[in-house]
């Protein structure tokens, strides 16, 4: 983004300070890019459970492509169904909180966790209720994300 502020810049002084109107644009966009944000805590945990709400809404659709809406949605997406191995240790201790939860008659609900200090971890739970009423965890749609791409996002909205 610096290089492209220099280059308007430099653009600016070659054009004699005449721009266009599509110049300035980009020289204010630029600027904007360049703005320092500053967001709480709070409000970065409320927009990750914004953009994973958001991914969930695709990911119920008939038959979603996953790797289409990551992709697009700019995040990491994993499934995971309870008694499988291949998910990360904070995915196994998450579906395990889920199955104890339900147990102890807890509703479930979706959640969001900081992972270190640069990714949110937005987990769903999927559940089905039975004929006899009875609850079942079918797995969890863990959907991973940057902090700094979500704070970036927020700058723009």
């Given at each position: 983004?610096?290089?492209?502020?220099?280059?308007?810049t430099?653009?600016?002084?070659?054009?004699?300070?005449?721009?266009?109107?599509?110049?300035?644009k980009?020289?204010?966009?630029?600027?904007?890019?360049?703005?320092?944000?500053?967001?709480?805590?709070?409000?970065?945990?409320?927009?990750?459970?914004?953009?994973?709400?958001?991914?969930?809404t695709?990911?119920?659709?008939?038959?979603?492509?996953?790797?289409?809406?990551?992709?697009e949605?700019?995040?990491?997406?994993?499934?995971l169904?309870?008694?499988?191995?291949?998910?990360?240790?904070?995915?196994?201790?998450?579906?395990?909180?889920?199955?104890?939860?339900?147990?102890?008659?807890?509703?479930?609900?979706?959640?969001?966790?900081?992972?270190?200090?640069?990714?949110?971890?937005?987990?769903?739970?999927?559940?089905?209720?039975?004929?006899?009423?009875?609850?079942?965890v079918?797995?969890?749609?863990?959907?991973?994300?940057?902090?700094?791409?979500?704070?970036?996002?927020?700058?723009?909205?």
């Amino acid at each position: 983004m610096k290089k492209s502020w220099v280059l308007l810049t430099v653009l600016l002084y070659a054009c004699g300070g005449s721009l266009s109107d599509e110049q300035r644009k980009q020289m204010r966009d630029a600027r904007e890019q360049q703005a320092i944000v500053k967001v709480t805590d709070s409000e970065i945990l409320d927009a990750a459970f914004v953009k994973g709400r958001d991914v969930m809404t695709r990911l119920n659709q008939r038959n979603p492509d996953t790797a289409k809406v990551a992709v697009e949605e700019g995040v990491n997406i994993h499934w995971l169904a309870p008694g499988k191995a291949h998910g990360l240790e904070i995915e196994q201790q998450l579906i395990e909180a889920y199955l104890n939860s339900m147990l102890s008659g807890v509703p479930l609900q979706d959640n969001v966790q900081k992972i270190g200090s640069d990714s949110l971890l937005y987990t769903s739970p999927v559940v089905i209720t039975r004929a006899d009423s009875s609850i079942e965890v079918k797995g969890t749609w863990n959907v991973w994300m940057s902090k700094r791409q979500l704070i970036i996002s927020m700058g723009k909205h």
